[in-house]
């Protein structure tokens, strides 16, 4: 049941009715595994029990997934399967490299993509973004598309090579289909599959211009202005005095928590900073801060927060609350969604 949990969140199953009993369950197992080639990867990825859905889906999976997404996949399987710590060890490291590889053509290939795309990006005519370079690793693709697509908040292909032609990977917004949408432009595509938020994609050679001028025409009758806005749901309004370590336990007997079964998100209003704003990271890309309603104070982690999005004055939070443990020590932090200026 270990593998099954691993399988389940990796892949993005929803995590609801019966696979919610199976994923906490594998979890926990997962945690006391004596797998050779699973207790090797939890220690490359850094990974200690409880094993949690974000460990998974962001430490073990990729890793798992980079082989396939690199080389050979027959890398990931041998891990698996590995008898002996020696070769689980030998399977695990190779997983480790194909993903520090993965993550920086993977960061690369994102860079130039949005690029390239805010260089010409019309938001009156590019309903949809379809942008494609022949160099680019068709392994990473996918996960570029939803960083655009994230980006600039539009239904995004982005393609590579793939002989003569181009395949690539689509990623969608709420109320755009784009299975139903590539429908409409099979003249134009060898083969396309997948369904309303995710897809792939194969244009015909020299049919990319046509492609992206046919799906923006499609796309231009069914999504209206508000559309491009994020849709932002929060649970419920409260106060820092209410977000405390007693009630952010409570609220884990909601995990497992993933696809299909989201975090609790919160708007705590009228706050201020009450530190100044760290940077961290490589590229000191996520920031952390106190914020207080001068009455209670709590630690706040951003993660991608450009320094000219920091919240000033005093603001309203959308944040999901987290338990904090860091040498031994357990504290609420609470992980920022978006703010706005305070409306007081």
Same mark, same amino acid.
């Given at each position: 049941?270990?593998?099954?949990?691993?399988?389940?969140?990796?892949?993005?199953?929803?995590l609801?009715?019966?696979?919610?009993?199976?994923?906490?369950?594998?979890?926990?197992q997962?945690?006391?595994?004596?797998?050779?080639?699973?207790?090797a990867?939890?220690?490359?990825?850094?990974?200690?029990?409880?094993?949690?859905?974000?460990?998974?889906?962001?430490?073990?999976?990729?890793?798992?997934?980079?082989?396939?997404?690199?080389?050979n996949?027959?890398?990931?399987?041998? *891990?698996?399967?590995?008898?002996?710590?020696?070769?689980?060890?030998?399977?695990?490291?190779?997983?480790d490299?194909?993903?520090?590889?993965?993550?920086e053509?993977?960061r690369?290939?994102?860079?130039?993509?949005?690029?390239?795309?805010?260089?010409?990006?019309?938001?009156?005519?590019?309903?949809?973004?379809?942008?494609?370079?022949?160099? $680019?690793?068709?392994?990473?693709?996918?996960?570029?598309?939803?960083?655009?697509?994230?980006?600039?908040?539009?239904?995004t292909?982005?393609?590579?090579?793939?002989?003569?032609? $181009?395949?690539?990977?689509?990623?969608?917004?709420?109320?755009?289909?784009?299975?139903?949408?590539?429908?409409?432009?099979?003249?134009?595509?060898?083969?396309?599959g997948?369904?309303a938020?995710?897809?792939?994609?194969?244009?015909?050679?020299?049919?990319?211009?046509?492609?992206?001028?046919?799906?923006?025409?499609?796309?231009?009758?069914?999504?209206?202005?508000?559309?491009?806005?994020?849709?932002?749901?929060?649970?419920?309004?409260?106060?820092?005095?209410?977000?405390?370590?007693?009630?952010i336990?409570?609220?884990?007997?909601?995990?497992?928590?993933?696809?299909?079964?989201?975090e609790?998100?919160?708007?705590?209003?009228?706050?201020?900073?009450?530190?100044?704003?760290y940077?961290?990271?490589?590229?000191k890309?996520?920031?952390?801060? @106190?914020?207080?309603?001068?009455?209670?104070?709590?630690?706040?982690?951003? @993660?991608? *927060?450009?320094?000219?999005?920091?919240?000033?004055?005093?603001?309203?939070?959308?944040?999901?609350?987290?338990?904090?443990?860091?040498?031994?020590?357990?504290?609420?932090?609470?992980?920022l969604?978006? @703010?706005?200026?305070?409306?007081?």
């Amino acid at each position: 049941i270990d593998l099954v949990a691993l399988g389940t969140v990796a892949d993005l199953v929803p995590l609801t009715g019966e696979n919610r009993k199976l994923v906490h369950s594998g979890l926990e197992q997962l945690g006391e595994t004596t797998r050779p080639g699973l207790i090797a990867l939890k220690k490359v990825a850094n990974v200690s029990k409880p094993v949690t859905v974000f460990n998974v889906g962001f430490h073990l999976g990729p890793r798992l997934n980079a082989a396939g997404r690199m080389d050979n996949p027959d890398a990931a399987l041998n *891990l698996l399967i590995a008898k002996d710590r020696h070769e689980a060890d030998k399977a695990a490291d190779t997983l480790d490299n194909y993903n520090r590889e993965r993550r920086e053509i993977e960061r690369d290939i994102s860079t130039q993509a949005v690029e390239s795309v805010r260089q010409r990006f019309d938001p009156e005519e590019d309903f949809v973004i379809v942008e494609g370079n022949m160099e $680019w690793h068709l392994g990473v693709i996918g996960i570029v598309a939803s960083r655009v697509m994230r980006e600039f908040y539009r239904p995004t292909f982005i393609l590579a090579s793939d002989g003569d032609g $181009w395949k690539g990977s689509a990623r969608s917004i709420e109320g755009f289909d784009l299975a139903e949408a590539m429908r409409s432009c099979d003249d134009l595509l060898n083969d396309h599959g997948g369904h309303a938020m995710a897809a792939g994609v194969s244009v015909k050679p020299g049919r990319l211009d046509a492609f992206r001028e046919r799906i923006n025409e499609i796309a231009k009758k069914t999504i209206t202005p508000e559309m491009f806005q994020p849709p932002l749901k929060l649970d419920a309004g409260t106060d820092l005095s209410e977000l405390t370590l007693m009630h952010i336990q409570e609220m884990s007997q909601l995990e497992p928590i993933g696809q299909g079964n989201p975090e609790i998100q919160l708007l705590v209003p009228e706050l201020t900073l009450s530190s100044p704003i760290y940077r961290m990271g490589r590229d000191k890309q996520h920031a952390k801060f @106190w914020v207080t309603d001068n009455h209670d104070a709590c630690e706040v982690v951003a @993660w991608n *927060l450009k320094p000219e999005d920091e919240p000033k004055e005093s603001f309203d939070i959308a944040v999901a609350p987290q338990i904090n443990d860091f040498n031994g020590r357990r504290s609420v932090q609470l992980k920022l969604i978006d @703010w706005r200026p305070a409306k007081g």
